[in-house]
């Protein structure tokens, strides 16, 4: 298929789910549980929602969860498995999107959410497909598809009083700073009581 078709296609579906994800009430998709423990509040994300195909007037192209997927080496490469791995599924840390046609994983993402109030919500790792080289149309959906997680993860910052804002502790790293700028985060203002590790950066909700 040309590539041109292709960008086509992904364009389509892509505008369809962001007009979907563009209505005020994201949030709602959000539910928060939040309890005692032994170690003090633990604050609990749950999120499986199935997103329309707007353009092609589809009843569900994608679907957002919480829920633990596998994410098979031979599709997302060994640092991003270990790292969304690592973070908590009871929690629901991890957020992933599905193609519901091949009910693959397409991107994948996870986040660190501090219970105190203050505290940023940081994503931590992120998840392309690394099996595209005979597929352009496998590769720009699944950068959609982290595209529309990271909505979800301004959502769930929303939900929980953090503003709508995403922050990164990025490495200070000429290469990595500029991937993110082109992104769209900027620098952080301070945080108190907020020690970053590396180069703070922020982006804010989606309209803001």
């Known amino acids: 298929m040309p590539h041109r078709d292709v960008h086509r296609r992904v364009a389509r579906g892509r505008r369809g789910a962001q007009r979907e994800l563009a209505q005020p009430d994201l949030a709602r998709q959000v539910a928060v549980e939040t309890g005692e423990t032994a170690y003090g509040e633990r604050t609990v994300i ?3 929602h199935r997103i329309p195909d707007v353009a092609t007037a589809r009843r569900a192209r994608w679907r957002i969860t919480t829920h633990a997927q596998a994410l098979p080496r031979e599709k997302f490469d ?10 908590s599924a009871e929690r629901g840390r991890r957020l992933y999107c599905i193609d519901l046609d091949s009910e693959e994983v397409m ?8 219970d105190r109030p203050g505290r940023p919500l940081l994503l931590t790792a ?7 080289d005979e597929s352009p149309e496998l590769r720009l959906q699944s950068r959609v598809c982290l595209g529309l997680l ?12 953090r503003g709508g804002f995403v922050d990164v502790d990025a490495p200070d790293r000429a290469d ?3 991937a993110l700028g082109l992104l769209g985060f900027r620098p952080a203002p301070h945080v108190k009581h907020f020690e970053p590790g590396g180069v703070h950066m922020r982006q804010a909700a989606p309209g803001r």
């Open 126 to 132: 992120i998840a392309f497909r690394i099996d595209t």
């Open 78 to 87: 060994e640092r991003g498995r270990a790292r969304i791995g690592s973070a």
């Open 150 to 161: 990271k909505q979800y993860v301004h959502a769930i910052s929303a939900r929980i009083g």
């Open 176 to 178: 990595v700073l500029r």
């Open 107 to 114: 991107a994948a993402l996870a986040y660190h959410l501090d």
């Open 46 to 48: 749950r999120i499986d």
